[in-house]
């Protein structure tokens, strides 16, 4: 199957900085579509926060535009988050998600497990 494991979480200081990393792996995976970001905060729904195609075109949620920058190394099937300026309103969890082909060529998507992000005032 695919997997799809994220690091980089952790506990910052308003104004901070964190990096987070998602890798996608499996033995079925022809190519990958779109990667992304979603949040989800204590009693709120999930969020997309920011999306890459495979071409690396970008897509961003109004609230991070200019502090968070995604990127992606295909070559890896790895999705970055760079979070930038931090807020104690981005405090979530945050979760990977692909879209992934697999060799029979049907698209599925997948998530990640999640990773804590809090920011403290």
């Known amino acids: 199957q695919v997997q799809l494991v994220e690091s980089g979480g952790g506990l910052v200081q308003a104004g901070g900085s964190l990096r987070l990393s998602c890798a996608a792996s499996?033995?079925?995976?022809?190519?990958?579509?779109?990667m992304g970001w979603y949040r989800q905060a204590p009693g709120k729904q999930r969020e997309l926060v920011a999306a890459?195609?495979?071409?690396?075109?970008?897509n961003y949620a109004d609230s991070v535009k200019g502090r968070f920058t995604i990127s992606r190394d295909n070559a890896k099937n790895t999705v970055y988050l760079q979070m930038n300026s931090l807020k104690p309103e981005d405090t979530a969890v945050y979760y990977c998600?692909?879209?992934?082909?697999?060799?029979?060529?049907?698209?599925?998507?997948?998530w990640g497990q999640g990773t804590h992000v809090t920011v403290s005032s």
């Open positions: 499996g033995t079925i995976i022809f190519k990958i579509n779109a």
């Open positions: 890459i195609t495979s071409g690396g075109s970008t």
């Open positions: 998600q692909a879209l992934v082909v697999k060799v029979s060529l049907h698209e599925y998507i997948y």
